[in-house]
């Protein structure tokens, strides 16, 4: 079976868009897990010390390094 130019070129634009999509997909899931971590720490350490922003700045950092390694810091 042969594909035409036309073809192709309509198979190639529907798989990018799938990828596109999926892509947009992971990366929405990624942003809300990131923002879910930063909340959680925030609470947890305004638990204890409401206003310690040093403390969380260097747990946030630990915490990226050990969850989102893809983060350039």
Same mark, same amino acid.
Not at 22 to 43: G, Q, S
Not at 52 to 61: G, P, T
């Given at each position: #079976? %042969?594909? &035409? +130019? ?18 947009? /997909?992971?990366? *929405?899931?990624? #942003?809300?897990? *990131?923002? &879910?971590?930063? %909340? ?8 204890? +010390? ?10 946030? %950092?630990? /915490? *990226? ?7 350039? +810091?």
């Amino acid at each position: #079976m %042969k594909i &035409t +130019k036309s073809q192709l070129k309509q198979i190639i634009k529907e798989e990018l868009g799938n990828l596109n999509e999926a892509d947009a /997909n992971w990366w *929405v899931k990624e #942003m809300e897990r *990131v923002l &879910t971590e930063i %909340k959680n720490l925030h609470d947890a350490i305004g638990r204890d +010390k409401p206003d310690h922003l040093e403390l969380f700045e260097d747990y946030f %950092k630990q /915490n *990226v390094s050990n969850n989102f390694p893809w983060i350039n +810091k």
